[in-house]
């Protein structure tokens, strides 16, 4: 049986569904687990029951300090060892990624993975195409970020569930393999292109300010995170392509740009005007993009 970890968040849940699609025997894992999943606290050690697991995919935990971080997934392979796993496939950081304030929970687990004695796959995943989008921020009738003329090899998120579902599928070929799973590039200006509206550039301690005095509700560690991936998209660390992506799904990736434009669509206030692909298409709706309609 294959147990894919975090199944209730947006990777997980698609991973679990390809699997699923792909006739695989495949389940979950959550500490809030619905049907379907069963219960898995990487906090919670006694709930770390793996017995049955032959692949245990491990999504990453990243939602906490480094060291919180760490602990949850060496908390997870030390079950995996224990319970009889025979493959695990982590979900980590694109390798361009090095520098990014959170890239050190993923290597620091790489380094668990590789020498827990299980057979594994790392699958160095790009920055999410949705994550880029939504990072965008909306100012009167245009967009603004700290990006700049800056690119990102982003990729659809959906692109990396159905990646992990292949290899999760038939690990033994993958044996000790890293794959660097990033898109196309794109940047702020296409995408605000695509929108029909104009982007704006910030600088970095603006948009630093903005985290911390205008944006309720995030932790500590998330404001510098969200800067470096800012710096890191502005000065072009994290453009760089492979094929690595395609070769694994057998077929072209979706378009990033696509993906980008539906989550910014998403966050845009209630103005009265279409984003520009369904003014050109004739749509008299934009939710296919998961935004708000509205009149021309």
Known sequence: MILVTGANGNL????????????????????????????????????????????????????????????????????????????????????????????????????????????????????YAELFGGLLMWAGNGVESAFGDGALAAVAREDLADAAAIIAANPTRHSGRVYDLVGTPITAEQVADELGVSHRTIGLDEYRRRLLDETPGLLPFQPPMLASIATGIRHRFLDGTTPDLADLLGR?????????????????????????????????????????????
């Open 12 to 127: 997980g849940a698609a991973m679990l569904a390809a699997l699923r699609a792909g006739g695989a025997t495949a389940a979950g894992g959550s500490r809030t687990p619905g049907e379907g999943t069963r219960h898995l606290d990487f906090d919670d050690h006694a709930s770390l029951d793996l017995t049955g697991v032959s692949t245990l995919v491990l999504i990453s935990a990243g939602y906490a300090e480094d060291d919180q971080v760490v602990g949850r997934h060496k908390a997870v392979l030390d079950a995996a060892v224990r319970d009889g796993v025979r493959h695990v496939v982590y979900t980590s950081l694109t390798t361009a990624g090095d520098h990014l304030g959170f890239a050190l929970a993923h290597r620091a687990t790489e380094r668990l993975v590789r020498v827990s004695g299980l057979p594994w796959t790392i699958l160095r995943n790009g920055l």
């Open 252 to 296: 072209p990736a979706r378009d990033p740009l696509a993906s980008a434009v539906a989550a910014a669509s998403a966050t845009r206030p209630e103005t009265g005007l279409y984003c520009r692909a369904c003014f050109r298409s004739g749509s008299r709706s934009c939710d296919d993009h998961g935004s708000r309609p509205g009149e021309i």
